[in-house]
């Protein structure tokens, strides 16, 4: 099993920053090859913001986020970090950390296995 608990959220202006935290925890965790962003707004569906390789590194953003957010991990803490830039109000949503056990998963949702509670992210114009 898998416990992962988000924090950092919370309200900004737009062009403000915030950087969100994930800590991973449980016996699966060693077991994690992938970490992932993912937010949804109120009426809207789950979108995928950024994953991070836990092994390799390798990083995948959604387009909208693109030179504005920057998802890092710290392994050794079991940490995911994103570093969210130049904040828009249409950034708003609550943000979940997910945790993927297989490779390939780029940022579909449906191949993540554990999640968060989220932590709600508001931008105001």
């Known amino acids: 099993q898998v416990l992962l608990v988000e924090s950092g959220g919370g309200s900004v202006q737009a062009g403000g920053s915030l950087r969100l935290s994930c800590a991973a925890s449980g016996d699966g965790s060693s077991s994690i090859a992938n970490m992932g962003w993912f937010r949804q707004a109120p009426g809207k569906e789950r979108e995928g913001v950024a994953r991070?390789?836990?092994?390799?590194?390798?990083?995948d953003y959604a387009n909208s986020v693109k030179g504005r957010f920057t998802i890092s991990q710290d392994n050794a803490k079991k940490m995911v970090y994103l570093q969210m830039n130049s904040l828009k109000p249409e950034d708003t949503a609550m943000y979940y950390c997910?945790?993927?056990?297989?490779?390939?998963?780029?940022?579909?949702?449906?191949?993540?296995?554990?999640w968060g509670q989220g932590t709600q992210v508001t931008v105001s114009s």
């Open positions: 991070i390789h836990s092994r390799f590194g390798t990083i």
């Open positions: 997910a945790a993927a056990l297989l490779n390939d998963v780029g940022l579909s949702s449906n191949l993540y296995h554990y």
